[in-house]
């Protein structure tokens, strides 16, 4: 989305031809390959550790974390690879987004009209403010050390994170759109009227 907005933002003229249906394949898809590697090779580390004692992982999915309260044996090299990891992951894709947004930030500085600055940056505010939500339980959930200690607290964000997130992208990428807005207002007036 970042690189979406770069493009759309900075480079407007060329944005059809950048940012073909082939592209968004390629990165969707280089994506999803660099999650699987990232998890395979985390859970391939983790088959090969003792398990022990009751085989119930209290979590609501299974993720690495709760399954690591289930080993018997030493963890410290797959909690130590798993932070690194995550923290990898989070910092170079919060970087690149970073980057992208300079970009995008001194392109509509010079915009030369403030009406144009204005949906500029309207553009890009329903994106910063679904990745403050998705970086913030991810942050939380994955970058720090030693999940275990607050798990009821970590189940919490995880189930915030897979159901409220997605279920505020809707609302958070349409509230700009003005049919929308209209049907808001309607409902409102609508509700107002009904009390009254």
């Not at 390959?33 to 090779?41: H, Q």
């Not at 403030?114 to 998705?134: D, E, M, P, R, W």
């Not at 970590?154 to 279920?167: G, K, S, W, Y």
Request: aromatic residues 12%; contains cysteine; hydrophobic residues 50%.
């Amino acid at each position: 989305m970042a690189f979406d907005r770069y493009l759309a933002i900075c480079r407007p003229l060329q944005y059809p031809i950048i940012m073909s249906k082939h592209v968004c394949i390629q990165m969707s898809m280089a994506t999803w390959y660099a999650a699987f590697v990232v998890i395979f090779f985390h859970y391939s580390i983790v088959w090969t550790l003792p398990f022990c004692g009751p085989n119930i992982i209290d979590h609501f999915f299974c993720d690495i974390g709760p399954l690591l309260s289930l080993v018997c044996g030493d963890t410290y090299l797959i909690e130590s690879l798993r932070l690194l990891t995550a923290f990898l992951i989070v910092i170079i894709t919060l970087l690149l987004m970073i980057v992208s947004y300079i970009f995008i930030i001194a392109t509509i500085l010079r915009i030369p009209s403030t009406v144009g600055q204005k949906k500029a940056f309207s553009t890009c505010t329903s994106h910063l403010l679904v990745v403050s939500i998705l970086y913030g339980a991810l942050v939380f959930m994955y970058v720090r050390p030693n999940v275990q200690s607050s798990s009821r607290l970590t189940r919490t964000v995880a189930v915030l994170n897979t159901t409220l997130t997605p279920m505020l992208n809707p609302f958070i990428y349409t509230i700009r759109n003005a049919e929308v807005k209209k049907a808001v207002q309607n409902i409102i007036h609508k509700r107002k009227g009904i009390l009254n």
